[in-house]
T-cell receptor, first 110, second 115 residues
Framework: QKEVEQNSGPLSVPEGAIASLNCTYS??????FFWYRQYSGKSPELIMF????GDKEDGRFTAQLNKASQYVSLLIRDSQPSDSATYLC??????????FGKGTRLHILP | ETGVTQSPTHLIKTRGQQVTLRCSSQ?????VSWYQQALGQGPQFIFQ???????GRGNFPPRFSGLQFPNYSSELNVNALELDDSALYLC??????????????FGNGTRLTVT
């Protein structure tokens, strides 16, 4: 069974610091990788997506993909209290569509 | 641009009953996926519809069924409700049959409670 693994947290990061969220996946054939943010009681919203090895930056967010290690990460620079949420890693492949991890709870300390 | 809308927002049902949840996809999107999210868990893939045909199914029993209509809106039906069906049900729309490569855009979800 294909799996997406995340540390459930909580991950506590001081305001203004860099938050680093990690995810590993089991299927080497996975082709697309997504990060979603989910506030308590709300639905997931897309933060970043990445398809190729390397880094992809969008504002304060950077997604990093290493297909050889089956590892994807999300860096949040200059963390703000509003970044406190659960971050879901999701992986897509042709057979299983998009599969989500259980999420990492991030808490930004003011 | 109209986003994904789901109805109802909350629902309480009794074990053994049947329920229908509804979803209107984002304008321009032709693929709808349904997910179940239990408390403290990540979303679990139920199934996906592309142009009115089921285009993929997760590990859910047949009592979970769906439809997609010509306007790309969709329904999720669950028969013989069980207590473990209590969860947030998320509808997401995307573009194209190869939706594993397309970001999902979620609605606000339907919170189902089975008593």
């Amino acid at each position: 069974q294909k799996e997406v693994e995340q540390n459930s947290g909580p991950l506590s990061v001081p305001e203004g610091a860099i938050a680093s969220l990690n995810c590993t996946y089991s299927d080497r054939g996975s082709q697309s990788f997504f990060w979603y943010r989910q506030y308590s009681g709300k639905s997931p919203e897309l933060i970043m997506f990445i398809y190729s090895n390397g880094d992809k930056e969008d504002g304060r967010f950077t997604a990093q993909l290493n297909k050889a290690s089956q590892y994807v990460s999300l860096l949040i620079r200059d963390s703000q209290p509003s970044d406190s949420a659960t971050y879901l890693c999701a992986v897509g492949d042709r057979d299983d569509k998009i599969i989500f991890g259980k999420g990492t709870r991030l808490h930004i300390l003011p | 641009e109209t986003g994904v809308t789901q109805s109802p927002t909350h629902l309480i049902k009794t074990r053994g009953q049947q329920v229908t949840l509804r979803c209107s996809s984002q304008s321009g999107h032709n693929t709808v996926s349904w997910y179940q999210q239990a408390l403290g868990q990540g979303p679990q893939f139920i199934f996906q519809y592309y142009r009115e045909e089921e285009n993929g199914r997760g590990n859910f029993p047949p009592r979970f069924s769906g439809l997609q209509f010509p306007n790309y809106s969709s329904e999720l039906n669950v028969n013989a409700l069980e207590l473990d069906d209590s969860a947030l049900y998320l509808c997401a729309s995307s573009l194209g049959p190869d939706s594993y490569n397309s970001p999902l855009h979620f609605g606000n979800g339907t919170r189902l409670t089975v008593t």
